[in-house]
């Protein structure tokens, strides 16, 4: 947004200088981007007087001058035509720098004349495209600042341009009015009286309006317009031209001069259609598809269906709020003029003007919102105008539609500063504020002002009364302590284990992804996901249709993309949440770690191997130990699909709780996702491990035994579909106070095993580790176990003590 100084000054009586009013801009919210002061380059340059001038020696064109300064006379060699005696010059001594020019003069020697200076043109000042002669002045002293002079004779070309920032939630600071009320509200002015405009129609207009029913609700609210007949179309005056320049427009004519003065004055976009060319009435209606029309910047736009648009009996002629169309747009020769002001949805100028690829300043204003209840009032000033600088006679009004109800009133809770913002204002100071700002204030309620389309509850009121009384006074204060001794734990106990899982898996050598919860719809399908419940409605791509049911498909598929790079052997782990539905609550924390190729390169010590399911065991159990999961647990079977039906386990306290899962991946699942073998993982559900009974900011105290322990080998036959899983279980069970660890150590099968047990025999040998922990164990003591422990398996698993 763009303005001049005087251009504020319209609207604000103020004294404050102009760093005052840059500082107070951005310290309400509208940050000050670019100042572009003329008085800035024009400081240095003097007026001057010629006393005589002479034609050069050696050249029929230059012209040598002497010319009285405030340093005396000088010498300067010059070739305007215009260059004589007498007259009043601008003065540019050696050393000051030509902005037109972009060079410093210095003393020069022009055709063997010393020459100490140079006499400026308009273009060589950049105040304007006049480079003909030399300027002229019709006044001035010898020695006076030429920028003085110009701010008392012609203040227009040292009216500094003021450009700012504008936020989406701001569209009031989209007029030069609005601006002006900011800083009348910070103190910094007084804002002058909006002017008003009461036009009498002395005819009925020719042209009327309607909008279709199903464009009223989010098409137009109301179209105003009134017909204009007999206006002179030409140039517009000067200050008008000046200030459109100024912020980078081009005059064009008055009519248009006009139209887009009202959209930077009081953000109203208008438009004008030339009325000889509009055929019959207009109509406010959808696209139906398939038009076209050739806009004001000679494009041609086709339309498919749904924008809102302005016909004639022609056609289309206008589109509603964006660009209206060549074919009936206003030229020198225009006479007659209708003149339209409406208020549009801004979500439909949105979306229209998006489809259509058109950024006009109308689009800008009306899809950031306007102010609807100026609607009409906007309509009669823009009238005015045309009338005072065009002449002609105004038409009764045509309105077509209502302005919308967007009345609404907040409670103002003075105590609220303090507690939302951290400053002390007082309650008559935020009264104020509000009013000046254009609130009306009724006992403890605030209505809001219809150009304030931001305002939406009682804290926009506290954000705009410290908005004015400045932020920059909020000032730091420590907080005294509520409560003595240790504060209690931001971090909940599942946020904690999943960072100690998280430092525990990368202090194992896993390298850390954090992919997409989004993927494909066949990698959810792979891994029991795929389902309408967690498919994105809108999807960024069509390889993220899906919430992922799984870490583990983000995983697979980052390994994929590793090794068609050439890195095959691959440690990756990820912490994150996994989705089975699309409600809230139906998703949980898992901690996925995956491991491809082979353990390391082969070396003078060693072969390297691949992966198995055993490497993925001990990270898991390191990964569980650190969470605080218990030790004494059960490894099973019976995981998802996606794992291998006989190398996976799952360990758990009990069959149905499960704490984490690990092995190696299914075949088809790696083929499905091009991963190349061998490939084994694990998945660790956080929330399943069960919080300690005793909370204790401390480890517990280390547990030492005195007592030597004692290790006995068992060895038992038994069928080859008995597990060894289920001996080790049998044997720990019993005596879980003295048995501390099973380990089998070894499994005898096969042919050779099968002739001397029996067929379908197999056997396995295990080692059980007994501690005791009040006296030492004695043979008898041993011989008791052992035979418990006999009994035990034998019982669950049919075995026999192998001879």
């Not at 007084?190 to 036009?199: M, Y």
């Not at 589109?319 to 801004?346: H, K, P, Q, R």
């Not at 082979?598 to 390191?622: I, N, P, Q």
């Amino acid at each position: 947004m763009k303005f001049t100084l005087s251009w504020l000054k319209d609207h604000l009586d103020t004294d404050a200088s102009l760093d005052d009013i840059l500082y107070a801009l951005t310290d309400l919210g509208l940050e000050v981007e670019d100042v572009q002061n003329p008085a800035d380059r024009l400081k240095e340059f003097t007026i001057a007087k010629v006393l005589h001038a002479e034609k050069h020696p050696d050249a029929d064109k230059l012209k040598v001058c002497n010319v009285l300064t405030d340093e005396g006379e000088s010498q300067i060699v010059c070739g305007a035509p215009n260059a004589r005696e007498g007259i009043t010059v601008v003065l540019c001594k050696p050393g000051s720098y030509i902005p037109g020019l972009d060079i410093t003069i210095k003393v020069g020697n022009i055709r063997g004349v010393e020459s100490h200076g140079m006499m400026a043109s308009e273009r060589e000042l950049e105040l304007s495209d006049e480079h003909n002669g030399i300027i002229e002045l019709p006044s001035g002293e010898v020695g006076e600042k030429f920028v003085d002079w110009l701010a008392d004779n012609d203040p227009a070309k040292v009216d500094p341009v003021i450009e700012i920032a504008i936020t989406p939630n701001r569209p009031d600071a989209l007029g030069v009015r609005g601006i002006a009320r900011d800083l009348a509200a910070r103190g910094l002015g007084t804002l002058k009286p909006a002017k008003t405009a009461e036009i009498s129609g002395s005819f009925a207009s020719p042209i009327t309006v309607t909008i279709d029913e199903d464009t009223r609700e989010n098409g137009c609210h109301i179209f105003a317009g009134r017909v204009i007949r007999g206006v002179k179309n030409g140039p517009s005056p000067e200050w008008l031209q000046a200030r459109l320049k100024a912020i980078g427009l081009r005059p064009i004519s008055a009519l248009v001069d006009i139209t887009n003065f009202f959209t930077y004055d009081l953000n109203r976009p208008l438009h004008v259609f030339d009325a000889d060319k509009v055929s019959g009435d207009l109509r406010v209606h959808r696209a139906a598809g398939g038009e076209t029309m050739v806009g004001l910047d000679e494009k041609t736009y086709g339309f498919s269906g749904g924008e809102v648009v302005i016909s004639d009996a022609n056609g289309i002629e206008s589109i509603g709020g964006i660009m209206g169309g060549l074919e009936t747009g206003c030229t020198e020769g225009t006479t007659n003029v209708f003149v339209e002001a409406a208020f549009w949805d801004n979500i439909q100028i949105a979306l229209t003007g998006r489809a259509l690829k058109i950024n006009s300043d109308a689009r800008y204003r009306n899809e950031r919102g306007i102010d609807p209840a100026f609607n009409n009032e906007a309509l009669d000033l823009a009238s005015a105008m045309i009338l005072e600088l065009c002449g002609g006679e105004p038409s009764e009004p045509v309105v077509a539609g209502a302005v919308p109800d967007v009345s609404r009133a907040y409670k103002l809770d003075t105590d609220r500063v303090q507690s939302l913002v951290g400053m002390e204002i007082p309650a008559e100071e935020q009264r104020q504020t509000l009013t000046a700002l254009g609130f009306e204030l009724k006992g403890d309620m605030a209505h809001v002002p219809s150009w304030r389309p931001d305002v939406l509850g009682e804290a926009d009121l506290v954000e705009e009364v410290a908005r004015v009384a400045s932020l920059t006074k909020l000032k730091g204060v420590p907080m005294p302590r509520m409560q003595a001794g240790v504060p209690q734990p931001i971090l909940t106990p599942l946020q904690k284990r999943e960072q100690i899982g998280r430092r525990t898996t990368a202090a194992l050598g896993y390298n850390e992804c954090v992919t997409y919860s989004f993927i494909d719809e066949r990698a959810a399908l792979l891994f029991g996901g795929g389902s309408d419940a967690t498919k994105l409605e809108n999807p960024i791509s069509s390889e993220m249709s899906h919430m992922r049911p799984a870490l583990l498909p983000g995983l697979l598929q980052a390994a994929a993309r590793n090794q068609a790079r050439g890195f095959m052997d691959l440690a990756l782990f990820e912490a994150g949440a996994a989705f089975q539905g699309g409600e809230p609550g139906e998703q949980h924390l898992q901690i996925a770690g995956l491991l491809v190729g082979r353990t390391m390169g082969k070396d003078v010590h060693g072969e390297s191997r691949g992966v198995d399911l055993y490497d993925a065991k001990a990270d898991v159990e390191a990964v569980l130990s650190a969470l605080g999961a218990p030790e004494k647990v059960q490894v099973l079977r019976g995981a998802e699909a996606w794992w291998h039906p006989g190398r996976h386990g799952r360990i758990c306290l009990g069959p149905k709780k499960t704490l984490a899962v690990f092995g190696e991946l299914h075949p088809k699942v790696l083929a499905e996702l091009d991963v190349k073998g061998p490939a084994v993982a694990f998945v660790i559900y956080p929330e399943e491990i069960p919080l300690p009974r005793k909370k204790s900011a401390t480890r517990p105290a280390l547990e030492l035994r005195d007592l030597q322990a004692v290790e006995r080998d068992f060895a038992f036959v038994v069928d080859q579909t008995v597990e060894a899983l289920s001996l080790v279980n049998a044997a720990q069970g019993a005596d879980k106070d003295l048995i501390e660890s099973v380990r089998v150590f070894d499994e005898f099968s096969g042919d050779k095993a099968e002739a001397q047990m029996g067929a379908g025999k197999k056997s396995i040998a295990m080692t059980v580790r007994l501690q005791p922990t009040d006296k030492t164990l004695k043979e008898k003591d041993i011989e008791a176990v052992a035979a418990k422990i006999v009994e035990k398996v034998s019982k669950a698993t049919g075995g026999t003590l192998r001879g």
